[in-house]
């Protein structure tokens, strides 16, 4: 199977900052190592959807379908847009958990590719009916099919499948293999994503990843959908000053810049309701100014540009002098680079937190200044701090200047308290638990309860086949469910197939024009 590159358009950093690809979810039920997985997916994507449903701002997933697949394939959900539509995809997931869990059936080796087909099909001709009344924020798909079955051998059966397949519209497919085991340590560092950017300069057809089968491991692979993953071009010029030993006519021409992307930490509470920030308005224009995403956004130009001003001591800074979110400085990864280019800018990058490191340095950059208002000449600049980190990241966190300081007069600890009180504070110290770090994946807030509670709001009675109360068996199909706004891919019959419920072929065919089932130009 091969997959030609296509050059996309450019746009606005705006919208590529906010631009998020439609995503085809298709989940491999395979007996009996589905019983094993079915109660951590589910929980997983009841976790991911109550944040992604609820985040303020610009949407972070436009559209969102799924599909099983056991002796046949099934769409369960077609395409829908996800923010404010928690409720129809707690349906969807509750029909999950009722996917039967114990007996046997054959598996169909071509079932994978039909789904994958369908899916693509009904992306178009949504595509295609959507775009007479609002513009597509984005008009490729990204494709993951989750199974327990080893990766490589569903690697082949996809590629058999999908060789005579058109994938112009397929940004990108993945195959995510469920491994037994949980995670003995989990910690807060950073993940090892899978290298969208660089499988596709490779030119791979199709990624595989390894995914621990525990509601953690599963709830990180699916938030990394809420990062932004374009990469037409890179976000942030990073500018060390130039080497001290070249003659200063050459000085300027010969200043180091480093391409980098831009990733955050973590999700702002502000863009979340019931949180304690989140009262503060997201779309507020004087929001943050510390926001990196927000600063890169007006820099339509050129790439925003943090230029280095000085070195500081590790330990020469207080930690309330630093505000707003952190964000992540990794080596870019855009398309539009050469290899060569990308190979050595790795490079510097890694070179430089390693010397860093070393030198137990921080760096402060002064970022680019913002734009002017009316009747204003004067531009303001933010500061930054720039720490090293032990994988190939740098934290930037905004740091506090002269006009923004208030006076903060306190006296100074005395050498020695009063022994009694000493004594006292010391033996409740020492009842507390003690842990070498923090680690956020193990302190849980329960937002995702009270996410799901607050906006999962009675909009008619959604009839699906879980409120029966009985498991479905394999290749039972629903007749009751919401309805697919598009025509289903007409493929091959597979031997027990259940045909299109009339009500559903009525409803499409009133909907769309009788030429639906034609190849979009891609």
């Not at 001003?309 to 680079?337: D, H, M, V």
Request: charged content about 20%; hydrophobic content about 35%.
């Amino acid at each position: 199977m091969h997959r030609k590159k296509t050059v996309r358009k450019g746009s606005s950093p705006t919208t590529k900052i906010n631009q998020q690809p439609p995503r085809l979810l298709v989940v491999h039920v395979a007996l009996p190592s589905w019983a094993e997985i079915c109660s951590n997916l589910c929980e997983a994507l009841q976790n991911f959807f109550s944040i992604a449903c609820s985040l303020m701002g610009p949407s972070r997933m436009s559209l969102f379908s799924l599909y099983i697949v056991q002796n046949q394939h099934e769409c369960i959900l077609p395409f829908v847009q996800v923010k404010g539509n928690l409720v129809r995809l707690q349906a969807c997931i509750s029909e999950l958990r009722m996917l039967q869990r114990e007996g046997c059936y054959r598996p169909q080796h071509t079932c994978l590719s039909l789904a994958v087909k369908d899916g693509l099909q009904q992306f178009k001709q949504y595509s295609r009916h959507m775009s007479t009344s609002v513009a597509l924020p984005c008009t490729s798909l990204e494709i993951t099919v989750l199974t327990s079955q080893p990766g490589k051998e569903v690697i082949k059966q996809l590629e058999e499948g999908l060789k005579d397949i058109d994938l112009l519209r397929v940004r990108r497919l993945q195959v995510i293999e469920i491994i037994k085991g949980n995670l003995e340590h989990t910690d807060s560092s950073p993940i090892e994503e899978p290298s969208i950017d660089e499988s596709s300069i490779l030119g791979t057809d199709i990624d595989l990843q390894t995914v621990d089968n525990s509601v953690i491991s599963m709830e990180i692979f699916f938030k990394a959908w809420l990062h932004n993953s374009e990469t037409d071009q890179e976000y942030i010029h990073l500018l060390l000053p130039p080497q001290s030993f070249l003659p200063s006519s050459r000085a300027k021409d010969n200043s180091m810049c480093l391409k980098c992307d831009l990733q955050e930490r973590f999700l702002s509470p502000s863009l979340l309701p019931g949180t304690a920030d989140g009262t503060s308005r997201i779309d507020d224009p004087k929001g943050d100014i510390s926001t990196l995403y927000q600063m890169a956004s007006q820099s339509s130009a050129s790439r925003y540009k943090l230029q280095v001003i000085k070195a500081l001591n590790s330990s020469g800074l207080c930690e309330s002098l630093t505000y707003g979110l952190p964000f992540i400085l990794r080596p870019t990864s855009c398309w539009q680079l050469d290899w060569d280019e990308l190979e050595t800018n790795q490079q510097h990058f890694h070179a430089l937190c390693h010397s860093l490191l070393k030198r137990e340095w921080l760096l402060l950059a002064k970022g680019e200044p913002l734009s002017p208002g009316h009747n204003q000449n004067v531009l303001s600049s933010t500061f930054y701090v720039i720490t090293p980190s032990r994988s190939l990241t740098l934290l930037v966190k905004a740091v506090a200047t002269r006009e923004l300081m208030l006076p903060s007069l306190f006296p100074l600890l005395s050498e020695d308290p009063p022994e009694d009180s000493l004594k006292m504070v010391e033996s409740t110290l020492d009842s507390l638990e003690l842990e070498s770090t923090y680690n956020p994946l193990q302190v849980e807030s329960h937002l995702y309860s009270y996410l799901s509670n607050s906006f999962t709001k009675p909009q008619g009675r959604l009839c699906t086949s879980w409120e029966s109360g009985k498991p479905r068996k394999a290749g039972q199909l629903l007749t009751n469910r919401v309805q697919a706004t598009v025509v289903p891919l007409t493929v091959a019959p597979v031997a027990g197939r259940a045909k299109m419920p009339a009500s559903r072929k009525a409803f499409s065919e009133d909907l769309l024009p009788s030429d639906s089932e034609e190849e979009y130009p891609s």
